[in-house]
């Protein structure tokens, strides 16, 4: 996606973490929000951030950083169920609307 | 509550051939999106709605891709005349106003053109 990027690819052991990166480079800024997508299904929302620092929800945190235009996904105590494309989207305008630019995925494999 | 709802789950066309697809938002959502998703090019915005009224219309789609929405429960997206590049899945989304990050997608539509 134009101005959002993830890496391609990230493999890691089931048990341990996982850590998906995105860069962002959009006019003005909203908002980020993160997507898991299996297989042959739709994307689902699974966390909005707009403020700088750490926000701790479990299985899923997510990390944001609006002066270096970067955030990750932590995906803890990995499970093999957790392989899917995490597709990270920014809202980039500061006006009212409630179009999403998103990255092109970054597909995770998780390893026995 | 009944998720985004698309139909059909899978279509097959001729190239040439005038292909519609649909979809239903949730409930109450202001904001529908129409996706393409490749493996090449991930996701790609066709439209976006807000209240009925187009709001984007995809710049690069505009030529043989229309999407409307006559009512606020229902959308169309019609390909005329297809083309086997045209094959992708094809995803409709929605989201409400107090809300937008959080956009509710339907299980998609998997068009192949031959």
């Known amino acids: 996606g134009q101005g959002v990027e993830q890496p391609a690819k990230l493999m890691s052991v089931e048990g341990t973490f996982a850590r998906v990166n995105c860069t962002y480079s959009t006019s003005g800024f909203n908002g980020l929000s993160w997507y898991q997508q299996r297989e042959g299904q739709a994307p689902v929302f699974l966390s909005y951030v707009v403020l700088d620092g750490l926000k701790d929800s479990g299985h899923f945190s997510t990390f944001l950083s609006r002066s270096n235009g970067y955030s990750y996904l932590l995906l803890t105590e990995l499970q093999i169920k957790d392989s899917a494309s995490y597709l990270c989207a920014v809202s980039p305008y500061n006006t009212n609307t409630g179009k999403l630019t998103f990255g092109d995925g970054t597909v995770l494999t998780v390893k026995p | ?114």
């Open chain 2, 1 to 114: 509550d009944a998720g985004v709802t698309q139909t059909p789950r899978h279509e097959v066309a001729e190239k040439g051939q005038t292909i519609i697809l649909k979809c239903e938002p949730v409930s109450g959502h202001n904001d529908l999106f129409w996706y393409r998703q490749t493996k090449i090019q991930g996701l790609e915005l066709l439209s976006y709605f807000r209240s009925k009224s187009l709001m984007e219309d995809g710049g690069a789609f505009k030529d043989r891709f229309k999407a409307e929405m006559l009512n606020s429960s229902f959308s169309t997206l019609k390909i005329q005349p297809t083309e086997p590049k045209d094959s992708a899945v094809y995803l409709c989304a929605s989201s409400g106003l107090a809300y937008y990050a959080e956009q509710f997608f339907g299980p998609g539509t998997r068009l192949t053109v031959l």
